[in-house]
């Protein structure tokens, strides 16, 4: 045993250090934040609750059952039953996420080439029963209407999700071929 350790372990220097913490910060105001009183909000991309986003003109749902977000979904959580119409078309009827079994990894919103799919920022959600946490297709359009709306949705896909222009220019000082003249 060296002579620090012996010294330490005899009168016991950890310790003392430790309680000079406490002492120190004992009698300073508490930094706990009343949280029903008191909400902290969500930080910029936060992963909340699912919703299933509109289109602006129409107000039906933007999906239009391709199925990449299902396929793309890492916990199988997402359910998407399609039909044809007469015209031939692909009609959802029925867009259904187990929202227990989702690890909020936002896969479903990047596989997504409509902007379909969203993950808003409220993040209260609680209940005493599994059957609150099957999301419908009613009940994610409802949450779109509550937590996003038009102005929000343009700002989250713009600034989260979607590559802009500007993400695919030419560097000014890029060497470019030119070809033949």
């Known amino acids: 045993m060296t002579f620090n350790r012996f010294v330490k372990t005899v009168f016991l220097t950890e310790i003392v250090k430790g309680m ?17 009183k008191e909400k902290r909000p969500a930080a910029p991309g936060f992963r909340g609750l699912h919703a299933l986003a509109r289109d602006f003109q129409t107000g039906e749902a933007r999906c239009v059952g391709c199925g990449l977000c299902a396929a793309v979904c890492p916990s ?35 596989a997504c080439p409509y902007s379909a799919v969203a993950l808003t920022e409220h993040y ?8 609150a946490f099957y999301m419908t297709k009613e009940k994610l359009l ?40």
Not at 83 to 104: M, N, P, T
Not at 124 to 131: F, I, K, L, Q, V
Request: charged share 30%.
């Open 142 to 181: 409802a949450n779109y209407d509550k937590y996003m709306g038009p102005e929000k949705d343009r700002e989250y896909y713009r600034k989260f999700w979607h590559p802009t222009s500007d993400d695919f220019g030419t560097p000014a000082n890029q060497a470019v071929f030119r070809g033949k003249q």
């Open 124 to 131: 209260e959600y609680s209940d005493y029963s599994r059957d």
């Open 20 to 36: 000079a913490l406490t002492l120190k910060t004992f009698f300073s105001p508490p930094v706990t934040r009343q949280y029903p």
């Open 76 to 110: 199988k959580c997402i359910y998407i039953y399609t039909a044809d119409s007469l015209d031939h078309k692909k009609i959802v009827e029925r867009y259904e996420i187990e929202v227990l079994r989702c690890v909020f990894c936002g896969l479903c919103v990047e």
